[in-house]
């Protein structure tokens, strides 16, 4: 758990775990519904029927409460992967990541704008969300060197996160070509694996 939910957390002790889960649930909505702006104390008070007062005690301001909330529903999609070899692990970050194509990709799309526009909610997912799947690519890529997989100096490495996680930040914009469950799959063969010098699946 991160620094700032682990912070919340600890605000959090009269408020059970279901009626926690369920709070979160009707943030997730209300985001789903209309994005950052629609999420508001006042709405999910009135949704769940808690007290706003509860609310600004267990969460001081509305980024807080949407980040705990994106980062109790989710799971890290990358972290754990570890195939053996570098072209496994990252074929395996594309199958997890299609796999749960949707809902997830909904949510980034409905805190996207709000991400630019305000700095505590930027901060906030940067280390609920961004940062560990960072750090599981930046762990795949390592054991790769390590491997004699890669080179160390391979200018292509700082691009492997980026690129993936961009990927799935637009792949909504490009329903043409990003349109199916293939689509991750076909990129990490068709960019990431022949940028990092490894040879495609059907090489």
Request: hydrophobic share 45%; aromatic share 6%.
């Amino acid at each position: 758990m991160s620094t700032q939910a682990a912070t919340a957390a600890a605000r959090r002790g009269k408020i059970s775990p279901e009626r926690e889960m369920e709070l979160y649930g009707a943030v997730l909505d209300l985001l789903r519904e209309g994005g950052y702006d629609a999420v508001t104390m006042e709405g999910v008070a009135a949704r769940t029927k808690c007290g706003k007062a509860t609310l600004y005690r267990q969460w001081k301001t509305k980024s807080q409460l949407v980040t705990a909330a994106l980062d109790k529903s989710r799971c890290s999609l990358f972290t754990g992967i570890d195939t053996g070899s570098l072209a496994g692990d990252l074929r395996a970050a594309a199958v997890a990541a299609a796999d749960r194509r949707g809902r997830d990709t909904e949510l980034m799309e409905a805190v996207g704008q709000a991400y630019l526009q305000h700095p505590d909610l930027r901060r906030a997912l940067r280390e609920t969300v961004i940062n560990p799947e960072v750090a599981a690519f930046d762990a795949m890529l390592r054991r790769g060197v390590e491997r004699g997989e890669i080179a160390a100096d391979n200018p292509a490495i700082a691009f492997v996160a980026p690129g993936f996680l961009g990927v799935l930040r637009i792949e909504r914009l490009f329903e043409d070509r990003f349109g199916g469950a293939d689509a991750l799959p076909a990129y990490v063969e068709a960019v990431i694996l022949p940028a990092l010098g490894i040879a495609p699946v059907d090489a």
